[in-house]
T-cell receptor, first 111, second 116 residues
Framework: KQEVTQIPAALSVPEGENLVLNCSFT??????LQWFRQDPGKGLTSLLL?????REQTSGRLNASLDKSSGRSTLYIAASQPGDSATYLC??????????FGQGTTLQVKP | DTAVSQTPKYLVTQMGNDKSIKCEQN?????MYWYKQDSKKFLKIMFS???????INETVPNRFSPKSPDKAHLNLHINSLELGDSAVYFC???????????????FGPGTRLLVL
């Protein structure tokens, strides 16, 4: 049974810092790994999707890596901004297409 | 021009009542989903429909019954509401049943259900 864990649960950094969010999963037989952003009172927005054959994906200041063998993914945010404040969720996808989510990391970027 | 919309946004009701949550997507997607996010923020899939056909049915009490009148709508009816049903319910859609495999899913804003 797939379990996804995110560390830390909460993170507060000053504006401009580079930061890393961690995601680990117990079953390496994943189809892909996705990162989402959730703003308070709103739904989830997809940030990056890494297929199991890929090592990383980049979008603007965001870079996500995937190491299936160790069951880990990281989301790197460069030059953080107050607008990056949100909860970040990772989800591992099995071959049925079901997403198994972690609990999320709540990020606060202070001006 | 909201892509995935849900109504109502907030729902406060008494134990034992029956309630429905509606979801509509205007993206032309074939597949729709219902997720539950509990108080600990865990987000878990409940159901998935592809072109009005049920394709994923997790271990959910049969008090929960999804209904898809057409591929743009997926409603969730809950009978005999219990305190433990309090959560945020998210609807999502994807272009095809490959949602999650080759393509991402698009989420609605959520419905916050509080059972008293």
């Amino acid at each position: 049974k797939q379990e996804v864990t995110q560390i830390p649960a909460a993170l507060s950094v000053p504006e401009g810092e580079n930061l890393v969010l961690n995601c680990s999963f117990t079953d390496s037989a994943i189809y892909n790994l996705q990162w989402f952003r959730q703003d308070p009172g709103k739904g989830l927005t997809s940030l990056l999707l890494i297929q199991s054959s890929q090592r990383e994906q980049t979008s603007g200041r965001l870079n996500a890596s995937l190491d299936k063998s160790s069951g880990r993914s990281t989301l790197y945010i460069a030059a953080s901004q107050p607008g990056d404040s949100a909860t970040y969720l990772c989800a591992a996808t099995g071959n049925t297409g079901k997403l198994i989510f972690g609990q999320g990391t709540t990020l606060q970027v202070k001006p | 021009d909201t892509a995935v919309s849900q109504t109502p946004k907030y729902l406060v009701t008494q134990m034992g009542n029956d309630k429905s949550i509606k979801c509509e997507q205007n993206l032309g997607h074939d597949t729709m989903y219902w997720y539950k996010q509990d108080s600990k923020k865990f987000l878990k899939i409940m159901f998935s429909y592809n072109n009005k056909e049920l394709i994923i049915n997790e271990t959910v009490p049969n008090r929960f019954s999804p209904k898809s009148p057409d591929k743009a709508h997926l409603n969730l009816h809950i009978n005999s509401l219990e305190l433990g049903d309090s959560a945020v319910y998210f609807c999502a859609s994807s272009p095809s049943r490959a949602g999650g495999l080759r393509e991402t899913q698009y989420f609605g804003p959520g419905t916050r259900l509080l059972v008293l």
